[in-house]
């Protein structure tokens, strides 16, 4: 007796359908270069509008991004080997200072963004209060991929 195997058919998603699996989920992958090294973290982030709204605590990655902005970020949905979806954004990171005037508004609208996926986000409940330092990354390129299973057909055995 054999079974059929499901072989995995590819598609691209439309803009549409990755901007919504980037707006359903809340962790992703930060990819960031500098020089002949490329680094990846797992952060947490909001999707608002074409921004990813993030913040994250003082570190090496903070000085290397801040001297080489142009980043990559994935966010993942996998179900199998056969069954899965994945979205990867290149994009500008930009950091934002409340203290300084050109920041504040931008500043402001983050904080509010972040606090509708934590209301903790940024107050005396905060989970994670080391991390005071925000960002948000412009979704200047987006690109969706993902794959479903397909069942190949049964051989058929002789006697």
């Not at 994935?74 to 920041?103: C, M, N, Q």
């Amino acid at each position: 007796m054999t079974t059929a195997r499901k072989a995995p058919s590819f598609y691209e998603l439309s803009r549409d359908d990755a901007l919504a699996l980037l707006a359903r989920n809340r962790v992703g992958r930060l990819a960031f270069s500098f020089h002949d090294r490329v680094d990846i973290e797992p952060i947490s982030y909001v999707l608002s509008d074409d921004w990813l709204y993030a913040r994250t605590s003082p570190g090496t990655k903070l000085t290397v991004v801040q001297h080489h902005p142009w980043v990559a970020f994935e966010v993942d949905e996998v179900r199998s080997r056969t069954e899965w979806r994945s979205v990867v954004v290149h994009g500008t990171i930009y950091f934002l200072d409340p203290k300084r005037e050109a920041d504040r508004a931008a500043y402001d609208a983050a904080v509010h963004i972040l606090r509708s996926a934590d209301a903790d986000a940024l107050t005396s409940a905060d989970a994670t209060p080391q991390r005071q330092v925000l960002f948000r990354i412009h979704v200047d390129d987006l690109v969706g991929k993902g794959a479903t299973p397909t069942p190949t057909p049964t051989p058929k055995s002789g006697r």
